[in-house]
């Protein structure tokens, strides 16, 4: 938080990391390749528009011919693969970039089933504790020449019924399952 405000108060820009930006589309992929598509040979061509006028003019008439010929050769000999490259590294990203998107869709989609069968498992447990809890409650009041001891255990089995339902209802409002 307060990087984004010593940027804002800098005027610099600092990019969000990876797992906090939203997710490309591939839509958005394809726009951004249809866009470089127009860039890049619009980009070479202004580029050697302004090569040819301006320093190629001038190292023709200060070069010899081989001179020059060497002179172009290192131009477009470089020019080329370092723009090949960038473009390369860029789409490069970009993909790693949707990679990483789409498997981090796929943990949360996991994350969020496990969440809601843990929900259904522990709301199913809290059914069946209470109905051994009610069948206990339903014994006692049904048998009263039961012995003291064979009373104080049914009893007690209630108790440690209805403590795991409540333990398991206060676990039930604290992590409801998330919403999709």
Do not use: C
């Amino acid at each position: 938080m307060t990087d984004s405000r010593e940027s804002q108060a800098s005027g610099r820009q600092v990019f969000a990391p990876l797992h906090e930006r939203l997710p490309l589309t591939l839509s958005a992929i394809r726009r951004r390749l249809k866009l470089l598509q127009m860039l890049v040979p619009a980009g070479l061509l202004l580029l050697v528009v302004v090569y040819e006028v301006g320093p190629a003019r001038w190292l023709h008439d200060s070069l010899s011919a081989g001179s020059y010929f060497i002179a172009e050769i290192l131009v477009y000999g470089t020019v080329g693969p370092m723009l090949a490259f960038v473009l390369l590294e860029f789409l490069g990203r970009w993909l790693e970039e949707r990679e990483t998107n789409e498997l981090q869709a796929q943990v949360l989609a996991q994350a969020r089933e496990r969440a809601r069968l843990n929900h259904k498992l522990s709301d199913d447990a809290v059914q069946a504790l209470f109905a051994a809890s009610a069948l206990i409650a339903s014994l006692e009041s049904r048998l009263p020449d039961l012995s003291p001891q064979a009373a104080a255990q049914l009893h007690e089995a209630k108790q440690a019924l209805d403590q795991a339902i409540q333990q398991l209802r206060t676990y039930l409002l604290i992590e409801p399952p998330p919403e999709e």
